[in-house]
């Protein structure tokens, strides 16, 4: 019959293998194996090997691929969701040189792990092919010490850095530069200064929460510029799920009247399901930092070179740098939350996510233990609780998330990049659905990069001219950094600006300059239509 | 020291159901005055009948529940440390329900 | 701010009563550059003054009422519409809106709850002269919450309420022939479905659960005067003016706390509670992050590739639903496959034949993986975990 093969849905399908299963209780129950026993041990066996138990079994966990993969699989699975990421959205390419920021901590390191064995396989390929066409793409991994703000005692901070020293040279060639920069350093090569600048600074925000998205935002500066003091061209970020989710509701929470929301961006690129999945993983792991695979728009070219190198970076890069970077700041939250894959795969719990370091013998190191704080920790418990009721529901949130409409920045670059490699370039367009379109470049605020609406815009044309300077610096950051970082007395915020480092007041400078020939096309338009209409 | 609390919006639920509680409570030992910390403890020890956490969370109330001292807001009083005196009018209304 | 003594203080009253954070501004000045809220203590009088002042500018500001309209108010005797009642006929006088003002309550025949919060409803008509209508679950559909409830148990009574309430208050609109119908859903409510649509991935309610009015498709439109009011300061209100007010009221008042201090009995309420309580930890921290996520709310830029549901006319009662999508049929040999009914039909036609469970989500097994829940939520109206006591969008 047709039907012998297992996919018929009929019941002719069904009631062979009730006959099978009839059989094979007969048996067990020769064996002396009762029924209920039975079914309790095939649920625990890995749906793949089918011979080793499920993770589920031997730590608690909530559900997802716990329930039903042995460590062994998992793993393999989880790296084949990874390499698949990576590969279909063209995030490495043969000659990259990729950063990966690493907190010590299990997401990172898990991500630090992944891009070294794809690296390893890439080495391999590349030892056996005949004409070595192919370079292997190269990996540093960088530590933001962050024992300026948050203290940690000197020979703690030591050890952890040694501890990750360690991790990163214990990994097989080829060889990791491994690279540890002070949060303080974006301000200058003068250590002393730029960390007392930067404990002032951060003194001088008085919101909790804004006082740790500050940190957040710095953080990304110093990791951009180990980046591009070292030559790198990729910063690869181990962020998870959780925190995406944790995201998601923080901007919805702290978007302020008028400001737009990031998370548009995270995710937000395909409509379709197997679109932004990939999608969104693209953009959460790699972001490109280097010129080619830059949206031009923001570009100025006759802007100094340490602005532009900073310009270089797409929000949408510098906003999963800073998700990402959450994990180099060591966070309490960071440690606990699950992986990264769990954006597309099912998700995982945070004994889980421990319990995968350590089925994979990967070490891991925790320095700083802060807590979030303000609504940062408000909304991280929240997702906790939410995660605990219904395991599916981070990944729900970024799903909702993944399917509001993209700001043309996040949107995939077509493959006009001279650079990109041509095999990955083909991967691409099989995954990449969502045209590019023509859309008026956004301009993006000062401090957190994010784009600014039509509100923030008209008072970011009153600096049009003028100079820039502590009064004329508010009007170019979003209304929500406004509210929780800028000091609300006109003399603080004298202060505060003089305390800012460098790229941040490059990107003020930067960014109103490029945008200004937008912001006067969009003001023709208005006065056109306008009196077009009557209205 | 002479109060009367008040309690609403399903919260007098947590306390045998009785809206007004006229009480009398004395600062602690080695104080001259009483303030909402230490009211709100004396009110879960004494008042609170059953599922405290509907009420409290840590030293404070719970968020959503709104507290008026005198007809007004205590977050003018300074929340925790408004300083209560004679005859003072507490009320607790739990906004978390119903609509 | 656009109440009289907007300084820092209030410069009128003896004593400041409360706190506000105002939504700096709800149209003129929105998001206007360097416009920060500003906490302003304000004192008694001030504060209804202000408080009904915003509403009204609220109001005038997206035209909700136009002269002539007959505008039903969704009456559930709880704080939010008594209030809602209240604020409206005051405005409506004051400021000669020129609209026809009637309370539309509907009755789901929960015994100890509803019939309870009916009596306060009743009493407000009589003190604002508004008149009453009451539409009852029984008489529309034939059964009584009460009566559900034991056929199908409390796992999926939230369903049928929900759908039952939102077709009923329609059903009641249209008996009263109103232009519209206001309900009392305030700033909290609004932020708290806008994080419970993100957290169930329902695209279609995020997009439009912000907006002030909806269903202007349908046949009555749904506005909602308290969008941009604090919880907070719907209860602290009737509380202040009560006292001026007669002692029947008085005594409502108190009556009525009882009320919704009674949750619906038939209520579980587990994710939604959490996104309740998550708004009010942030507005210890933040209060004005209310209205930011409203803000986001409306902020949000929807894929136009997003599918969005269905709607039109059920072919069973010929009911024009303004929200709520058609079915097809599900597993019934009897009726073409291509008949559309809406939800309370097929929910109803599941009671009366006997198979409750028709039109409800199946049961999610606990192997059941997201995809299946998502596709579920996207074909079924979702309205598992709406709280009774609130009247759906």
Redesign the interface.
Known sequence: MACSSGSCESGCYKDKNGEEDQQLEKKKAVNGVVKIGNDLNRTNLCIKCKSNQTIATTIPTT?GDA?RFCSDCFRTNLFGKFRFAVTSNAMISPEDNVLVAFSGDTSSRVALQFVHEMQCKAQKNFDASRDRSLPVFGVGVAVVDESAIYPVPSHQLDEAIEDMKLIVSNLAPPRKEFHVASIASIYSSDFGDGMDTLKELVNTVSD??GKEDLMLHLRMLSLQKIALQNGYTKLVLGTCTSRIACH??A????????S??WF?RVC?VG??GSTYLSLNKRLLFVQPISRTVTGSSRVDPSAPPICSSYQFVRPIELLDLSEGSLEVSLSKEGTSDCLIFSAVS?LVSSSYSEHISASCRLRTVKVFDNPRS??NG??SA?IK??QE??P??E???V???G????FHFNRIPEGDDLNAHFASQRRQKKFNLMPNESLPPESFCSICNSPL?K??L??LS?VENGQLSAETF??TCC?SCQ?QMLP?EPSSVEYFYSLLPQPIIARAKGGNRCNQRWLREQIQDCLLSDSEDGT | MQLTLEFGGGLELLCDSVKIHKVNVNPQDGEDKLNMKDLLAWVRTNLIKERPEMFMKGDSVRPGVLVLVNDCDWELSGQLDTTLEEKDVVVFISTLHGG | MGGPGAGPECKIGPRPVAERNPPVAHGAARGGPGLKFVSLKICRECFYTVFEDEIHSVIVENQLFKPGERIAIGASGGKDSTVLAYVLSELNRRHNYGVDLFLLSVDEGITGYRDDSLETVKRNEVQYGLPLKVVSYKELYGWTMDEIVKIIGLKNNCTFCGVFRRQALDRGAALLKVDKLATGHNADDIAETVLLNILRGDIARLSRCTSITTGEDGPIPRCKPFKYTYEKEIVIYPFHWLPNLNQLFTYAYFKRLDYFSTECIYSPNAYRGFAREFIKDLERIRPRAILDIIKSGEDFRISTSTKMPEQGICERCGYISSQARLFRMPNCARKPASLKWCKACVLLEGLNRGLPKLGIGRSRGLNNDRKKDMKQSHGTENIGSKQCGTLDF
Request: glycine fraction near 6%; aromatic fraction near 8%; charged fraction near 20%.
């Open positions: 559900a329930s909790l929460t998601v509701i901007t919805t929470v702290k978007s302020f009247f008028g737009d929301l548009v937000s409509s379709s099912d303000g609504i408000l909304v929240f609780v939410l009721e219904n599916s529901r990944c729900t949130i799903r909702t998330a399917k509001l409409t993209p609406n509100s923030d008209s008072s009153d508010g009007a209304l509210f609300k």
